[in-house]
């Protein structure tokens, strides 16, 4: 056994830790109001530090086909920008006409999962493009207008003060295209006349690029674009310079090609961009993306491609997330200095994993013939609510061992008031799981000794938070019955390594958490807070199951205390007794999925909020219904 011992202390001098990995996002914004995708945003709003950003491709092209061409043409991206199907732009005597049904459609459905935009601007639509090109506006006036009518329309439907917060990112990897790599300046006077186009509407809107892939080409791109920011000839009013209020690339752990990920594939590249930064110092404030900041390229390629692809069913993911989001950290805010805010893991890409546990880059996979809206979680999914209960403060370490960081890592975290929180990580690059176990021990001083905690161990391994896991050691039925996608929603959440324990009265506390390759720990110490909360009346769906039945989804307001253990799930028939039907520590998602059902029966359902003291918040007002299975509508 290999034992680590970190020292904690609480009093040290701590940094601002802002939750800059909390963005997501998918190839193609038609897929949002699918039924499928429409299930991943109720799963993804689940949880306290939900995604507050989502990013998807070609809002200004939708075509309104929903998943259509991605399962009758075989284009995984869905975007047949070249045969001109846009249905949002159109021009009526050469003046500009606009559809804003489907273009309101998919963003309501972001907006009322508590989310935002990341606006990006690919592709061109057809009836504004130039002869030839789908790259060019016919002249670059017209594509001002189209950005004005569309961040009018978004402030007039949302509201200013909304928008404001959005991000406008002017293209996806100019760097696929060989016009750009060859002469990037019709590029940037693309950039010129979409700025000019937000910043004539209120100086707040923010917007930046270029969100260049790692390679060369993207490097040549990246410093060229920023030097025509800094110095160069502005394609709008003849000045120097254009205003860039964040700067965007796309660097992630590998590829199909290469033999795995690797964590130095991802941050080499991040480092080489930062250098070219720093040689504009008029810069060094400026926000900066990796809005593509996955573990390997080609998430449309899974297990059928590559058999090693498999890792994305497995708890290597989330390992692979933990010590990412550590190396953001430590490299990029501590040691580069840059002002890193948004870290999208770009990993929602539903609908490219055509079959259970396909291996493609998504959270989720169908537990039924695809399309399917009946979700079970994938073990990645499970790091996002363990990183969503971190602290708003990072805490000072100081290990002398050169492993760490490398092999093995802690982030410590702490809440002034709520307590401090813990991330373990046992990670090496390679696939393998049965090497090197870690046991990490942690020496914390300076807790509170007035204060009471409870102290919650939550884990990800092949044992816990697997539905992967659970699947193998059942044998990898397919297809799967009632019972079997019973017993895999037990696991796909994520789980208690141990029962809660109660500490108060010390100012040192020593801990030890066993974690086998690949495996993470979230180390919670919650001071309970004062008052009470109480849930709102859940929302049910009666819909037909993936095992062929009738089942009921059921989904309420979330928690937001450091301290929630899970939730628990009320029903009964009218005049019956309201008993229990879930195990409140495996539901920390304030969703559940009644397999029970009666045909034909009515039902009534209320949930309570569950602590680790194993107090009750009180129910929910019921929510009833009864008849036939409906869902969400199809598009």
């Not at 399962?71 to 199907?85: C, I, L, S």
């Not at 910043?199 to 790692?214: F, M, S």
């Not at 974690?515 to 929302?539: D, F, N, S």
């Not at 007002?621 to 969400?632: D, F, L, R, Y």
Request: glycine letters at 10%; proline letters at 6%; charged letters at 25%.
């Amino acid at each position: 056994m290999i034992y680590k011992d970190i020292d904690i202390d609480l009093a040290g001098e701590g940094k601002p830790f802002a939750h800059f990995f909390r963005a997501t996002g998918y190839a193609n914004a038609d897929y949002t109001y699918t039924p499928p995708l429409r299930r991943m945003y109720d799963c993804q709003a689940s949880y306290r530090g939900q995604p507050e950003y989502m990013r998807l491709h070609n809002i200004l092209t939708l075509h309104g086909r929903g998943d259509y061409y991605i399962y009758h043409e075989g284009r995984d991206y869905g975007n047949p920008a070249k045969e001109q199907v846009d249905r949002v732009v159109s021009r009526e005597g050469g003046k500009l006409r606009f559809n804003w049904e489907l273009v309101d459609r998919v963003y309501d459905i972001i907006i009322g999962h508590g989310m935002r935009p990341i606006v990006e601007t690919v592709y061109m639509p057809a009836a504004v493009c130039a002869p030839g090109s789908s790259l060019l506006p016919e002249n670059f006036s017209l594509w001002g207008e189209v950005i004005s009518a569309f961040a009018r329309h978004w402030i007039d439907r949302y509201g200013l003060e909304e928008v404001r917060r959005w991000y406008f990112e002017i293209w996806n990897e100019p760097d696929n295209h060989r016009e750009w790599n060859e002469d990037p300046s019709s590029f940037f006077a693309l950039y010129d006349y979409f700025e000019a186009a937000l910043h004539g509407i209120d100086q707040h809107l923010k917007a930046g690029g270029p969100a260049v892939k790692q390679w060369d080409e993207g490097k040549r791109i990246f410093r060229s674009f920023l030097e025509h920011c800094a110095r160069g000839v502005n394609f709008t009013t003849g000045a120097y310079g254009t205003r860039l209020d964040f700067i965007s690339v796309h660097c992630k752990g590998g590829h199909p090609s290469l033999p795995g990920p690797s964590i130095g594939h991802m941050f080499n590249p991040l480092l080489e961009f930062i250098a070219i930064l720093k040689e504009y110092p008029c810069f060094k404030d400026t926000e900066f993306f990796n809005d593509e900041s996955d573990i390997v390229w080609e998430g449309n390629m899974g297990i059928s491609h590559k058999n090693w692809l498999g890792f994305r069913n497995t708890h290597y993911a989330p390992a692979f997330t933990a010590k990412m989001i550590s190396r953001y950290c430590d490299e990029i805010l501590d040691r580069a200095g840059v002002n890193l805010t948004v870290v999208d893991s770009d990993n929602s890409h539903l609908l490219w994993e055509k079959s259970f546990f396909s291996g493609n880059r998504s959270q989720f996979s169908p537990l039924g013939p695809v399309p399917s809206a009946d979700l079970i979680r994938k073990p990645v999914f499970n790091i996002f609510p363990l990183l969503g209960r971190l602290g708003s403060e990072r805490c000072p370490l100081h290990p002398e061992d050169g492993e760490f960081g490398e092999k093995y890592g802690v982030l410590a975290t702490r809440d002034r008031e709520g307590g401090p929180a813990f991330l373990l990580w046992n990670c090496e690059d390679g696939l393998m799981d049965d090497v090197n176990p870690r046991t990490i021990r942690l020496h914390i001083k300076n807790l509170d000794p007035g204060a009471v905690y409870d102290l919650l161990r939550f884990r990800i391994d092949g044992e816990h938070s697997s539905a992967y896991g659970a699947w193998r050691r059942m044998g990898s039925p397919w297809p799967l019955n009632r019972d079997q996608i019973r017993l895999l929603r037990e696991h796909d959440g994520p789980a208690l390594a141990e029962a809660p324990e109660r500490v108060s009265g010390k100012d040192k506390l020593d801990l030890e958490c066993f974690l086998p390759m690949h495996g993470v720990c979230l180390i919670l110490l919650a001071k309970p807070p004062a008052g009470e909360e109480k849930p709102e009346k859940p929302e049910v769906i009666l819909e037909q199951g993936a095992w062929g039945g009738s089942q009921a989804f059921i989904r309420w307001n979330y928690s937001r205390r450091r301290d929630l253990l899970g939730y628990r799930v009320y029903r009964g028939k009218p005049g019956e007794e309201r008993r229990i039907i879930n195990k409140a520590e495996n539901t920390l998602c304030s969703y559940f999925v009644d397999l029970d059902l009666e045909e034909g029966a009515s039902y009534a359902y209320s949930v309570s909020f569950v602590y680790a003291d194993g107090r009750e918040s009180p129910r929910s007002p019921e929510a009833e219904w009864g008849g036939a299975a409906t869902g969400h509508a199809a598009p």
